[in-house]
């Protein structure tokens, strides 16, 4: 909390969703996005992306840079090289975009290696927010410049109904009884 400044108080998550060891072969790629921020079991605000780079040897020709794009996708502010023990830690919510999008270029029997763990917190600003409710989600994002880099799932109107607690109770629904196979009792 020091190092960020953020006033909630953040958790570290026991469960590690999403989170743990990754690891990407050559070829691999992870389009430009911005996470999923709220933890489905714990019920809390993801707050925080901590990485860590276990790339020994790691070569800048290799590719495979961590980006960090600005809120409205327009430029690149940021490229981090997965170097071994390099730790980065970002924030999370609805505008932090990142991703290694371009397919890695190391030999077959190199792998782009990484830990990823995350931290959460009871809330959050506004300001980290899009206004309008959506799916818990991660959400990949075309690059400016980029023609048809990724597919993006237009869902206007569903978003529209996300707002109306009467589709909020019916989806609740559906995820307690349809999804999980339970049948009321």
């Given at each position: 909390q020091k190092l960020t400044g953020i006033e909630e108080k953040l958790i570290p998550d026991p469960y590690f969703f999403g989170g743990g060891l990754h690891q990407?072969?050559?070829g691999g790629f992870l389009k430009v996005h911005a996470d999923f921020n709220y933890h489905p079991q714990m019920k809390l605000d993801r707050r925080l992306n901590v990485l860590i780079y276990?790339?020994?040897g790691w070569k800048k020709n290799y590719g495979g840079?961590?980006?960090?794009?600005?809120k409205d996708m327009k430029k690149c502010v940021k490229k981090i090289l997965p170097l071994f023990n390099t730790m980065v830690i970002f924030s999370t919510n609805d505008f932090t975009n990142h991703?290694?999008?371009n397919?890695?270029?190391c030999p077959k029997d190199i792998s782009r290696k990484s830990i990823a763990t995350y931290y959460f917190s009871k809330g959050r600003p506004i300001s980290e927010v899009i206004k309008v409710k959506k799916k818990n989600t991660t959400f990949f994002k075309n690059r400016h410049g980029e023609k048809n880099d990724?597919?993006?799932k237009k869902e206007f109107f569903r978003n529209i109904l996300r707002n109306f607690v009467f589709y909020q109770n019916m989806k609740n629904l559906e995820k307690k009884y349809l999804r999980t196979g339970k049948s009321k009792k």
């Amino acid at each position: 909390q020091k190092l960020t400044g953020i006033e909630e108080k953040l958790i570290p998550d026991p469960y590690f969703f999403g989170g743990g060891l990754h690891q990407i072969k050559k070829g691999g790629f992870l389009k430009v996005h911005a996470d999923f921020n709220y933890h489905p079991q714990m019920k809390l605000d993801r707050r925080l992306n901590v990485l860590i780079y276990l790339n020994k040897g790691w070569k800048k020709n290799y590719g495979g840079n961590l980006e960090l794009w600005d809120k409205d996708m327009k430029k690149c502010v940021k490229k981090i090289l997965p170097l071994f023990n390099t730790m980065v830690i970002f924030s999370t919510n609805d505008f932090t975009n990142h991703g290694h999008p371009n397919p890695l270029k190391c030999p077959k029997d190199i792998s782009r290696k990484s830990i990823a763990t995350y931290y959460f917190s009871k809330g959050r600003p506004i300001s980290e927010v899009i206004k309008v409710k959506k799916k818990n989600t991660t959400f990949f994002k075309n690059r400016h410049g980029e023609k048809n880099d990724v597919y993006v799932k237009k869902e206007f109107f569903r978003n529209i109904l996300r707002n109306f607690v009467f589709y909020q109770n019916m989806k609740n629904l559906e995820k307690k009884y349809l999804r999980t196979g339970k049948s009321k009792k």
